[in-house]
C-alpha cells in the first residue's frame, strides 16, 4: 500500500480551512500551523493593536486580524459558501444579507467541525521556516514554534494560506509625508472609532488616504465622533464632493503635498489642517518563513513567479499558494484547492504543472 503523503498547512483561515477539507478528502495527513488561538484568520476580531500603528517596527508584536468592529461582508452571504457548506442555509445569529464577522466566524467553526477539521489544527503555532530539503524537491523542511517550543519536521508537501492583510502598505510616495509631525496610522490598528473623539474639544480632523471598502467603512465609523473626515483617493473617476450621508465627511482626489506643520493640500486645490492621518492603503504580501533559494520571490503585493496564481512551476505541485489574490470569496478558495490530486500510487504527482507555462512571460524583469 502506498504511503500517505504528510502536508503541511499554514493558517486556519477560509483558505487554509477550505485547502484542509480538499486535502482531508484524499486520505492525507494533513497537519494545520495556525499561530493565534483560534481558527478564522482576519475574520477573526482582535481589539488589540499593535505598538507600532504603521506596521513598520519588525520588532512589533504583531496582531494578525485586520478586522474592525463593525465589520460585515460586502458580498452577500448566498455568495460566501464553501461548494458542500451553504452560507445562505445558516444563521446563527445575525440573519442579515450583508452579516458581521461575528457571523462570518461562527459559521467558519462550524464548517471546521462539521468536517473535523478542528482537530487537525496546532494553534498558537507559528511557522517559522520552510524550507526546500533536497535538490529533488520531494520533501520539506517546516520549522514551528508553540509557545516557545521549537519543532522541526518533514513533509512531502506545503501549501501556504496565511492570508495577505498583515503586512500593512503605506502611502508613502506623497510628497512631505515621511517629514510630517503629527500622528499616523494604518487601517490594520483601526477597531472603534472612539479614539479619534476628542473628549474636551471634539475637534479631531482626519485625513484617511484611500478609496476601498474598508476607507469607507473607517471613515463613516470616525465621522460619527469626530469635527472633520477627508477622503483621499487616487483614482482619476473619483468625484469630488461632500457626503450625502455625513455633513462632517468629503471625498477629495489625490493628496498634492503634505507640509510639516500639518497643513495637507489635495490636487483638486482644497486645503486642511488635519490631526491624524489613516492609511487605507492595503497590505503587503509578508513570507518571512519561505527559503526557496529565490525559486520563489515575494514583493511589495506580488508573488511569483505562479501557475494559475497558485504553483511556483519550478517547485510544483509540492508546494503552492492558496487565497493570493486580493479580491476572493470561501468559494473562491474552496475552488482553488480542488486542483489537488492526491498520489495513487506512491510515484506520480498531484497535478501536472508545466515547467515554462504558457502566459508566464517575463515583462519588465517581472512575472
Not at 110 to 128: K, Q, W
Request: net charge neutral.
Amino acid at each position: 500500500m502506498a504511503r500517505s503523503l504528510k502536508v503541511a498547512v499554514i493558517g486556519a483561515g477560509v483558505a487554509g480551512l477550505a485547502a484542509a477539507r480538499e486535502l482531508q478528502r484524499e486520505s492525507l495527513q494533513v497537519v494545520v500551523f495556525e499561530k493565534s488561538h483560534q481558527l478564522g484568520g482576519t475574520w477573526a476580531y482582535d481589539a488589540r493593536v499593535e505598538s507600532d500603528l504603521l506596521g513598520v517596527d519588525p520588532n512589533r508584536d504583531v496582531v494578525h486580524s485586520s478586522a474592525y468592529k463593525s465589520l460585515k461582508t460586502n458580498v452577500p452571504r448566498v455568495l460566501m459558501s464553501f461548494t458542500d457548506f451553504k452560507f445562505g442555509e445558516k444563521v446563527y445569529g445575525d440573519p442579515r444579507m450583508y452579516p458581521g464577522h461575528v457571523e462570518v466566524l461562527k459559521f467558519l467553526t462550524d464548517f471546521a467541525s462539521h468536517f473535523e477539521l478542528t482537530e487537525l489544527i496546532r494553534f498558537n503555532t507559528l511557522v517559522t521556516r520552510v524550507e526546500v530539503d533536497d535538490s529533488d524537491i520531494t520533501e520539506f523542511v517546516v520549522e514551528s514554534n508553540t509557545n516557545g517550543v521549537i519543532s522541526v519536521e518533514v513533509f512531502d508537501a506545503v501549501v501556504v494560506c496565511n492570508g495577505h492583510n498583515t503586512q500593512p502598505r503605506l502611502a508613502t510616495d506623497i510628497p512631505g509625508i515621511k517629514t510630517w509631525s503629527r500622528k499616523q496610522m494604518h487601517s490594520h490598528n483601526y477597531r472603534v472609532p472612539e479614539p479619534f473623539r476628542d473628549q474636551i474639544l471634539n475637534d479631531w480632523i482626519v485625513v484617511v488616504i484611500g478609496s476601498g471598502p474598508s476607507a469607507v467603512d473607517i471613515s463613516r465609523d470616525i465621522a460619527t465622533v469626530a469635527k472633520e473626515v477627508h477622503m483621499s483617493s487616487r483614482s482619476p473617476l473619483v468625484k469630488v464632493a461632500k457626503s450625502d450621508k455625513f455633513n462632517n465627511m468629503w471625498q477629495h482626489s489625490k493628496i498634492e503635498y503634505i507640509s510639516k506643520d500639518g497643513l495637507i493640500t489635495f490636487q483638486d486645490g482644497f486645503s486642511i489642517d488635519a490631526d491624524i492621518i489613516l492609511h487605507c492603503t492595503g497590505y503587503k504580501n509578508h513570507l518571512p518563513f519561505l527559503q526557496t533559494n529565490g525559486i520563489v520571490s515575494v514583493e511589495d503585493k506580488r508573488i511569483g513567479p505562479l501557475y494559475k496564481h497558485v504553483f511556483p512551476p519550478q517547485l510544483a505541485p509540492r508546494l503552492s499558494f492558496v487565497g493570493i489574490p486580493e479580491k476572493v470569496s470561501l468559494m473562491y478558495s474552496h475552488v482553488f484547492v480542488h486542483i489537488y490530486i492526491s498520489y495513487r500510487d506512491g510515484s506520480r504527482p498531484f497535478l501536472w504543472v508545466p515547467r515554462n507555462p504558457f502566459g508566464l512571460e517575463k515583462k519588465n524583469g517581472k512575472y
